[in-house]
């Protein structure tokens, strides 16, 4: 019989030593066509293993830095303010530092893409006018692909920007086709004439870090990134459209219990408290941004995306203020 995936045995260790009854561990194991034999024979070897104390050990250090995360919380909670993500006209770069970088809050900013072209002039025929002929790469098959952010290059096709915002005018609602980051953003050779008609918010982001640091969103209302979250800061801005943010505390660590990735398997939009019922405890921010606006969305902060519209956003990560927080610093299985 087949060894267990590693993700799966990940799964159990921690469950097991967490001295969760085996069959509780098998009622919520999440991972579907899993036989029951091999998970038995799995926390057998598991309670068997001469190491058993150094893994509970190591299970013991990560429940701490969860209640650590928890007591956190529950003091948040005594200030209401930090229950919702403040709407604020116009920032200043040290005002920004104080009020959302240092501390690492969500804030919506409202007024100050009043210099960005792009608000005005991306409109539907202006971009299949201008930059209609360059070559993209479309995520396809996303409403009938399971994990589709976890398998972004696997089901896209490359395509022409104009027969993508054909699509877009015809279907209005779909989760069908997305065109997401990982396109180079703005700085690629065929779109990067559009990057005048863009700000940097006076002095908060550097104008000249731009290659691998400016991203285009483009899709039809009902789009959905699932919830996840990013090793780097970002600020957000919606050029056209609508769409409605999920922000959870990464001070909630249970969430990254079953992460694939960057990627928790929760709904936000629908807690399943009788799969995870320590959701219960978790609290959701919700936010939509429109038209002009930009969602500050700090380094680690659990994020769910549904655009309610057709949607143009740029999301930018490259601020004056630098920390090392990316791909490279981001802890992965294997590196030390």
């Not at 919506?108 to 930059?131: G, I, Q």
């Not at 941004?289 to 380094?299: D, K, Q, R, T, Y």
Request: net charge positive; with cysteine.
């Amino acid at each position: 019989m087949a060894p267990l995936p590693r993700a799966v045995r990940t799964w159990l260790t921690e469950a097991w030593f967490r001295d969760v009854p085996e069959a509780q561990i098998v009622e919520a194991l999440p991972f579907p066509g899993v036989p029951l034999a091999s998970v038995s024979r799995f926390l057998q070897s598991l309670a068997d293993s001469p190491h058993a104390e150094e893994f509970g050990d190591l299970v013991t250090r990560i429940a701490r830095l969860e209640w650590q995360g928890r007591v956190r919380l529950q003091s948040g909670r005594l200030d209401p303010s930090r229950r919702r993500v403040p709407r604020v006209k116009r920032l200043s770069h040290r005002a920004f530092i104080e009020q959302a970088y240092a501390p690492n809050r969500p804030i919506v900013v409202t007024d100050m893409m009043r210099d960005w072209k792009a608000v005005t002039r991306w409109t539907w025929p202006f971009l299949r006018r201008n930059v209609g002929t360059a070559e993209v790469q479309v995520m396809e098959a996303r409403e009938t692909t399971q994990q589709y952010d976890l398998n972004v290059e696997r089901i896209s096709e490359p395509t022409t920007l104009g027969e993508f915002i054909g699509w877009i005018e015809r279907v209005r609602h779909s989760n069908a086709r997305y065109l997401v980051a990982r396109n180079n953003g703005l700085t690629a050779p065929g779109l990067r004439s559009l990057m005048g008609d863009i700000g940097f918010f006076s002095g908060i982001l550097n104008r000249r870090l731009l290659d691998g640091f400016v991203y285009l969103w483009l899709g039809a209302g009902g789009t959905v990134t699932p919830l996840h979250h990013d090793t780097a800061n970002n600020l957000f801005c919606q050029v056209r459209g609508r769409k409605r943010f999920i922000l959870i505390d990464p001070a909630n660590a249970e969430l990254l219990r079953d992460v694939l990735s960057y990627y928790s398997p929760i709904d936000a939009e629908r807690f399943d408290l009788q799969r995870f019922p320590w959701l219960a405890e978790v609290d959701r921010m919700t936010v939509t941004v429109g038209p002009g606006e930009a969602l500050f969305i700090p380094s680690g902060w659990w994020h769910h995306v549904r655009s309610l519209s057709p949607s143009i956003s740029v999301s930018m990560t490259n601020f004056t203020k630098l920390l090392d927080t990316d791909d490279a610093s981001y802890p992965v299985p294997g590196r030390r």
